[in-house]
């Protein structure tokens, strides 16, 4: 399905910026979540 290198890079202009934010969200939320469990665990 792939056609080379720059038929990607037109599409990842505008897909790309919001998948690497979602994913670093995603990323984040998940660190976040495991922290406050760990701590939780921890401190009771």
């Known amino acids: 399905m792939r056609q080379g290198p720059?038929?990607?890079a037109q599409k990842s202009t505008n897909t790309g910026?919001?998948?690497s934010s979602?994913?670093?969200w995603?990323?984040?939320s998940f660190t976040l979540t495991?922290?406050?469990s760990?701590?939780?665990f921890v401190f009771k």
Do not use: Q, Y
């Open 6 to 8: 720059h038929h990607g």
């Open 17 to 19: 910026f919001d998948e």
């Open 22 to 24: 979602t994913s670093v």
């Open 26 to 28: 995603k990323v984040w």
């Open 34 to 36: 495991a922290d406050i």
């Open 38 to 40: 760990i701590s939780v």
